[in-house]
């Protein structure tokens, strides 16, 4: 068990970072003339205005941040209990448990994900934006992930919601382990975490993937019908 205790705690910079790359815009917010390209669907009317789906990912990347510096802390009183201050619920160290494969699969789901959204970043470059926009000399990006699917970076993002979830909070986490979901105060903090995901995640599969669709579509015409030929799926190869 303190093999596996290990093995987290080295993963939690890993773990950092991925959250960084994949919560955190890779370019700067396109220019008001580029973001009104197209006046009917540049807003969404739900995660667009107010509280929008940017200022939702910032939330749930502080929220993983900070439950990456509680575990830190509590492998730490753990592993070495007479050299780590104890905290309310860092009493009882000896009865600190985890789940292997529930870690490894939260773990592998979450790095995988990381990945491919960085990929799809690449590959995009300046023409990745989280504002729905069309940018001066925009060009239809068609190989990498994109031959695969139309819109990776989605894919990615509602795959690392999954994986970092399981991972920090579900049934085999450290999190759990400790009874946390008991504690009415940190219950909270996990729903918010959670549903804030989920809004996100709602957001950008059901609201703007088809309209991300119909603005390249009117923007590349033949070029884009030919590609959704080719490359059908939208977020999952087989299924959607």
Not at 45 to 58: V, Y
Not at 102 to 130: C, D, E, K, M, Q
Not at 159 to 182: C, D, E, H, K, T
């Amino acid at each position: 068990m303190s093999s596996l205790l290990c093995l987290r705690l080295l993963f939690i910079p890993v773990q950092a970072v991925c959250v960084q790359y994949t919560f955190t815009p890779p370019t700067k917010a396109p220019p008001p003339g580029e973001q009104d390209k197209y006046e009917t669907i540049k807003r969404f009317q739900f995660g667009e205005s107010g509280f929008n789906i940017i200022q939702a990912t910032a939330v749930v990347k502080y929220m993983t941040w900070a439950v990456n510096i509680w575990e830190f802390v509590t492998i730490l009183t753990h592993l070495f209990p007479t050299t780590v201050y104890r905290l309310p619920h860092f009493k009882t160290a000896l009865e600190l448990d985890v789940d292997f494969a529930s870690s490894v699969a939260g773990a592998l789901l979450l790095v995988s994900a990381a990945i491919l959204r960085v990929s799809a970043y690449r590959h995009l470059g300046r023409f990745f934006t989280y504002q729905l926009s069309i940018r001066n000399g925009h060009k239809l990006v068609k190989d990498g992930p994109y031959s695969i699917m139309r819109h990776p970076s989605y894919t990615a993002l509602v795959a690392f919601f999954v994986g970092n979830a399981w991972y920090q909070l579900g049934p085999g986490s450290i999190w759990m382990r400790r009874g946390l979901w008991s504690s009415s105060l940190l219950m909270s903090f996990s729903v918010v975490h959670v549903c804030l995901a989920a809004y996100v995640s709602f957001v950008v599969t059901v609201l703007r993937v088809p309209k991300e669709d119909r603005m390249l579509k009117k923007q590349f015409r033949e070029e884009w019908e030919a590609w959704s030929k080719k490359t059908p799926y939208r977020l999952l190869p087989l299924v959607y």
